[in-house]
Protein backbone atom coordinates (compact mmCIF):
# COMPACT_ATOMS: atom_id res chain seq x y z
CA UNK A 1 0.00 0.00 0.00
CA UNK A 2 2.71 2.11 0.75
CA UNK A 3 4.33 1.84 -2.90
CA UNK A 4 0.75 2.24 -4.11
CA UNK A 5 0.82 5.44 -2.11
CA UNK A 6 4.29 6.31 -3.18
CA UNK A 7 3.57 5.82 -7.06
CA UNK A 8 0.28 8.09 -6.90
CA UNK A 9 2.37 10.80 -5.54
CA UNK A 10 4.97 10.70 -7.98
CA UNK A 11 2.10 10.56 -10.58
CA UNK A 12 0.17 13.78 -9.10
CA UNK A 13 3.72 15.65 -8.52
CA UNK A 14 4.22 15.23 -11.98
CA UNK A 15 0.91 16.10 -13.44
CA UNK A 16 2.29 20.23 -14.11
CA UNK A 17 5.77 19.24 -15.87
CA UNK A 18 5.41 16.30 -17.84
CA UNK A 19 2.92 13.60 -17.46
CA UNK A 20 4.26 10.87 -18.86
CA UNK A 21 7.33 10.83 -16.99
CA UNK A 22 5.12 10.53 -13.89
CA UNK A 23 2.99 7.50 -15.02
CA UNK A 24 5.68 5.81 -16.03
CA UNK A 25 7.14 6.41 -12.31
CA UNK A 26 3.72 5.14 -10.98
CA UNK A 27 3.82 2.30 -12.84
CA UNK A 28 7.60 1.98 -11.73
CA UNK A 29 6.71 1.94 -8.43
CA UNK A 30 3.47 0.74 -8.13
CA UNK A 31 3.50 -2.35 -9.99
CA UNK A 32 5.45 -4.60 -7.36
CA UNK A 33 3.10 -3.14 -5.21
CA UNK A 34 -0.07 -3.92 -7.53
CA UNK A 35 1.58 -7.57 -7.92
CA UNK A 36 2.17 -7.98 -4.16
CA UNK A 37 -1.44 -7.27 -3.72
CA UNK A 38 -2.45 -9.85 -6.55
CA UNK A 39 -0.63 -12.58 -4.90
CA UNK A 40 -1.97 -12.07 -1.61
CA UNK A 41 -5.56 -12.09 -2.67
CA UNK A 42 -4.52 -15.31 -5.12
CA UNK A 43 -2.89 -17.34 -1.40
CA UNK A 44 -5.31 -15.71 1.02
CA UNK A 45 -6.95 -18.48 3.61
CA UNK A 46 -9.37 -17.00 5.83
CA UNK A 47 -9.17 -18.17 9.78
CA UNK A 48 -12.03 -20.64 10.52
CA UNK A 49 -14.18 -19.66 12.33
CA UNK A 50 -14.07 -21.38 15.89
CA UNK A 51 -17.79 -21.68 16.72
CA UNK A 52 -17.86 -23.99 13.85
CA UNK A 53 -14.83 -26.74 14.68
CA UNK A 54 -14.03 -28.83 17.37
CA UNK A 55 -14.53 -32.29 18.30
CA UNK A 56 -17.88 -33.76 19.45
CA UNK A 57 -18.33 -37.33 20.97
CA UNK A 58 -21.49 -39.09 21.38
CA UNK A 59 -21.93 -42.97 22.86
CA UNK A 60 -21.95 -44.05 18.91
CA UNK A 61 -19.54 -42.31 17.27
CA UNK A 62 -16.86 -39.06 16.95
CA UNK A 63 -17.08 -35.86 14.67
CA UNK A 64 -14.01 -34.29 14.34
CA UNK A 65 -15.01 -30.58 12.08
CA UNK A 66 -11.79 -28.25 11.82
CA UNK A 67 -13.89 -26.06 8.92
CA UNK A 68 -13.74 -28.59 5.94
CA UNK A 69 -16.44 -30.44 6.51
CA UNK A 70 -17.08 -33.30 9.51
CA UNK A 71 -15.47 -36.74 9.37
CA UNK A 72 -17.32 -39.39 11.31
CA UNK A 73 -16.28 -42.27 12.70
CA UNK A 74 -18.24 -44.71 14.59
CA UNK A 75 -16.05 -45.63 17.94
CA UNK A 76 -16.06 -49.49 17.41
CA UNK A 77 -13.86 -48.24 13.99
CA UNK A 78 -11.09 -47.20 15.77
CA UNK A 79 -8.32 -49.70 16.41
CA UNK A 80 -6.13 -47.27 18.09
CA UNK A 81 -5.10 -43.77 19.44
CA UNK A 82 -1.62 -42.45 18.61
CA UNK A 83 0.26 -39.08 19.27
CA UNK A 84 2.88 -37.96 17.15
CA UNK A 85 4.69 -35.04 15.82
CA UNK A 86 4.50 -33.85 12.27
CA UNK A 87 6.13 -31.79 9.77
CA UNK A 88 4.87 -30.08 7.26
CA UNK A 89 7.59 -29.62 4.07
CA UNK A 90 10.98 -28.45 4.69
CA UNK A 91 10.15 -25.78 7.72
CA UNK A 92 12.79 -25.55 10.19
CA UNK A 93 12.33 -25.50 13.66
CA UNK A 94 9.47 -27.75 15.70
CA UNK A 95 6.40 -29.50 14.16
CA UNK A 96 2.74 -29.95 14.83
CA UNK A 97 1.84 -32.11 17.71
CA UNK A 98 -0.81 -34.58 16.59
CA UNK A 99 -3.25 -36.88 18.01
CA UNK A 100 -4.34 -39.74 15.55
CA UNK A 101 -7.21 -41.75 15.79
CA UNK A 102 -6.51 -45.27 13.77
CA UNK A 103 -8.74 -46.58 11.99
CA UNK A 104 -9.76 -49.98 10.38
CA UNK A 105 -7.39 -53.33 10.83
CA UNK A 106 -5.15 -55.37 8.81
CA UNK A 107 -7.92 -56.72 6.81
CA UNK A 108 -9.44 -53.72 5.71
CA UNK A 109 -6.66 -51.36 5.83
CA UNK A 110 -5.62 -48.71 8.08
CA UNK A 111 -6.70 -45.11 8.47
CA UNK A 112 -5.66 -42.45 9.89
CA UNK A 113 -7.31 -38.94 11.22
CA UNK A 114 -4.80 -36.56 12.27
CA UNK A 115 -6.06 -33.77 15.20
CA UNK A 116 -3.29 -31.09 15.20
CA UNK A 117 -2.89 -29.60 18.42
CA UNK A 118 -2.76 -26.22 17.30
CA UNK A 119 -6.43 -26.54 16.05
CA UNK A 120 -7.85 -27.91 19.48
CA UNK A 121 -8.73 -24.79 22.31
CA UNK A 122 -7.80 -26.91 25.69
CA UNK A 123 -5.42 -28.92 26.39
CA UNK A 124 -4.22 -31.71 23.99
CA UNK A 125 -2.57 -34.13 26.45
CA UNK A 126 -6.18 -34.28 28.10
CA UNK A 127 -7.51 -34.81 24.72
CA UNK A 128 -5.18 -37.98 23.57
CA UNK A 129 -6.20 -39.48 27.02
CA UNK A 130 -9.67 -38.31 26.83
CA UNK A 131 -9.80 -40.57 23.40
CA UNK A 132 -7.51 -43.58 24.73
CA UNK A 133 -9.68 -44.08 27.75
CA UNK A 134 -12.99 -44.01 25.85
CA UNK A 135 -11.69 -46.61 23.38
CA UNK A 136 -10.28 -48.79 26.18
CA UNK A 137 -13.54 -48.29 27.61
CA UNK A 138 -17.01 -48.81 25.85
CA UNK A 139 -18.75 -49.38 28.23
CA UNK A 140 -18.36 -45.92 29.72
CA UNK A 141 -19.02 -43.99 26.72
CA UNK A 142 -22.83 -43.91 27.66
CA UNK A 143 -21.62 -40.66 29.80
CA UNK A 144 -20.26 -38.99 26.88
CA UNK A 145 -22.73 -36.08 26.33
CA UNK A 146 -23.81 -35.57 29.84
CA UNK A 147 -22.65 -33.78 32.78
CA UNK A 148 -20.64 -36.48 34.30
CA UNK A 149 -18.47 -36.56 31.14
CA UNK A 150 -18.15 -33.06 30.95
CA UNK A 151 -17.01 -33.14 34.68
CA UNK A 152 -14.65 -36.06 33.91
CA UNK A 153 -12.82 -34.18 31.06
CA UNK A 154 -12.32 -31.29 33.35
CA UNK A 155 -10.76 -33.40 36.12
CA UNK A 156 -8.91 -35.40 33.57
CA UNK A 157 -10.28 -38.24 35.16
CA UNK A 158 -8.98 -40.81 32.69
CA UNK A 159 -6.84 -42.96 35.17
CA UNK A 160 -8.35 -46.04 36.04
CA UNK A 161 -9.91 -46.32 39.35
CA UNK A 162 -8.40 -49.42 40.66
CA UNK A 163 -4.96 -49.30 38.98
CA UNK A 164 -3.22 -52.54 38.28
CA UNK A 165 -0.51 -53.70 41.06
CA UNK A 166 3.03 -53.05 39.77
CA UNK A 167 4.25 -56.49 38.44
CA UNK A 168 8.06 -56.79 38.26
Do not use: C
Not at 74 to 101: C, H, K, M, P, Y
Not at 110 to 131: A, N, Q, S
Request: aromatic share 12%; no cysteine.
Amino acid sequence: MALLGAGLWQFIASLNDDWSTGAALFFLIALPALFAILLGLGTYKPRKVLGNVGIVLTAQHVAIDYGNGPTNVAWQDISAVGARNRREGFRFGSGTNVTTLVTGDADTGYGTIDMGHKDLETDPTRVYHLFVFYVRNPGLRSELGTEYGLDRFRRGGYAPEQPPAFVD
